[in-house]
């Protein structure tokens, strides 16, 4: 079973929460028709063979990017720059842009993601009165989706196959919660931690080029190539 179909088969069959405190929702874009299309397309494209890859996550999944794709970080945009068919719409997210930035500057995505899983700590969408909604920003929350955050990071290192050398944690506060994962579970060696993209195309657009060049630079490091 390839690295594509171990993945495909762990996010489609990712479970639903029960009922979340601070009336948060959860919603899988792995059990809605399009976006579940759409990524299982991009993973047999580009998560194909077994090599194992370094694991790139952010926090949880927003609804106009991953929740409409299926990809973590991309938009419409990104997809046609990929080769995927969609009728997404054709308005850019900022996280999506970045992230493309930084996947054409490592050569394309055939190379970037024979090299890297992109994802999430927890990898489905969360909204509250229909606006994203981060897992952290609310410690019941968080210890609601704790034990399967657990589960979600060991399953990724021992069934999809990512490596334990190193991973990437985009988001400062982002890294906080990964580091406590990875002190209790002892997963990844280490953790390089990056500005989460939408920080960076919010506060600093205009050092763009700068910013794709030192990700390019520290995912090297994650992945032994520097």
Do not use: K
Not at 148 to 170: K, N, S
């Amino acid at each position: 079973m390839s690295f594509a179909n171990r993945l495909t088969h762990l996010l489609h069959d990712f479970p639903l929460p029960p009922l979340l405190p601070e009336a948060v929702t959860a919603h899988s874009p792995y059990q809605e028709p399009g976006p579940q299309g759409l990524f299982t397309e991009f993973a047999r494209r580009y998560y194909g063979g077994n090599q194992p890859r370094v694991a790139v996550l952010g926090i949880n999944p927003g609804r106009l990017g991953n929740g409409r794709t299926g990809v973590a970080f991309t938009d419409g945009p990104a997809l046609t720059a990929w080769g995927l068919a969609h009728e997404l719409p054709t308005r850019r997210e900022p996280s999506s842009e970045f992230m493309q930035a930084v996947v054409e500057a490592w050569g394309g995505p055939g190379p970037f993601y024979q090299q890297f899983y992109v994802g999430s700590l927890y990898p489905l969408v969360l909204l509250r009165d229909g606006r994203n909604y981060n897992f952290y920003d609310s410690p019941a929350v968080t210890a609601a989706l704790w034990p399967t955050m657990q589960a979600h990071l060991q399953q990724l290192v021992t069934e999809v196959g990512v490596v334990r050398q190193a991973a990437v944690c985009l988001g400062r506060r982002n890294a906080r919660f990964f580091q406590r994962l990875n002190d209790e579970l002892g997963l990844f060696e280490q953790i390089y931690v990056l500005d989460h993209p939408r920080y960076l195309m919010q506060y600093q657009r205009r050092r763009l080029p700068e910013n794709v060049a030192h990700y390019v630079e520290v995912l090297a490091q994650a992945a032994g190539l520097a």
